[in-house]
C-alpha cells in the first residue's frame, strides 16, 4: 500500500448528516481539482487526506462536525473555476465567486459551501515551483 499526503495537516475527517448529498458534492470537485476518490465504505468516503462519513461511522462517534473552512490548491485558474462551476451543479452554494483575493497578490480562488455548510475553497497561489508532488509512504 502506498499514500501520498501533502504537508502539515495529515487528514480530515468531516461528518455529514447526508453521506449521499456530500458524495455527489465532493466526487465532482475533486475531479475538477484532478483528486481521484481513494475509497469507500457503507458510512463514509475519502479522497487524499479528506473523511467524509456518517454520525454512524465508528470514527465519528455519532457526532456533527461543525463549520470548518478546508481549501484545496489548484494547479492554475482554470482549475479554480471549475471547482465552483461544479460544485454549483452539484449541490454546493455560492460563498465566494472564483475572482483575486487581498491575502497576497495572485491569490486566486473560489467558496463554495458544502451541502452540511463547510466553506470549502478552491485557491490558486501564482505562479510557483514546488519542492515535491506529495510526501510518499509506503508500508
Not at 26 to 43: H, I, K, Q, S, T
Not at 52 to 81: C, I, N, P, W, Y
Not at 88 to 107: A, I, M, T
Amino acid at each position: 500500500m502506498e499514500l501520498h499526503r501533502g504537508r502539515l495537516i495529515d487528514h480530515i475527517q468531516l461528518v455529514t448528516k447526508n453521506l449521499g448529498a456530500s458524495r455527489r458534492f465532493y466526487e465532482a470537485v475533486l475531479r475538477a481539482l484532478e483528486v481521484p476518490l481513494g475509497g469507500e465504505g457503507e458510512d463514509y468516503f475519502w479522497a487524499d487526506e479528506l473523511f467524509v462519513s456518517t454520525a454512524d461511522s465508528e470514527a465519528a462517534q455519532g457526532k456533527l462536525t461543525g463549520r470548518h473552512h478546508l481549501a484545496f490548491q489548484a494547479r492554475d485558474r482554470a482549475m479554480v473555476d471549475a471547482f465552483y462551476k461544479v460544485g454549483l451543479e452539484n449541490g454546493g452554494k455560492d460563498n465566494g465567486r472564483p475572482g483575486e483575493r487581498p491575502y497576497h497578490p495572485g491569490y486566486y480562488a473560489a467558496f463554495l459551501l458544502d451541502p452540511d455548510g463547510n466553506n470549502i475553497e478552491a485557491v490558486y497561489h501564482g505562479a510557483a515551483s514546488r519542492s515535491t508532488s506529495s510526501v510518499k509512504i509506503t508500508f
